[in-house]
């Protein structure tokens, strides 16, 4: 139920965040502390590195189409 409920919310998220253009900590941090029970320090860190995967995922694709190389940090 857990799981459904995770991916529900997520679906609505990204809706509005489509939807709207931005604004998504402030959709998600709630959901994940009131609707899916975690700590506050949790969803926030949840909440902060999903923007690096979408980074890293994007440079590798630019990279694989040889355009410019990008820099890519190192996981820290």
């Given at each position: 139920?857990?799981?459904?409920?995770?991916?529900?919310?997520g679906m609505l998220i990204g809706l509005s965040l489509g939807a709207l253009g931005g604004g998504g900590s402030i959709l998600t941090v709630p959901v994940l502390v009131y609707l899916l029970g975690q700590s506050a320090a949790a969803a926030t860190q949840a909440r902060s590195s999903s923007p690096r995967w979408l980074a890293e995922s994007?440079?590798?694709?630019w990279r694989r189409e040889s355009r410019q190389p990008p820099v890519i940090s190192p996981i820290v």
């Open positions: 139920m857990t799981v459904l409920l995770t991916v529900a919310a994007s440079a590798l694709a």
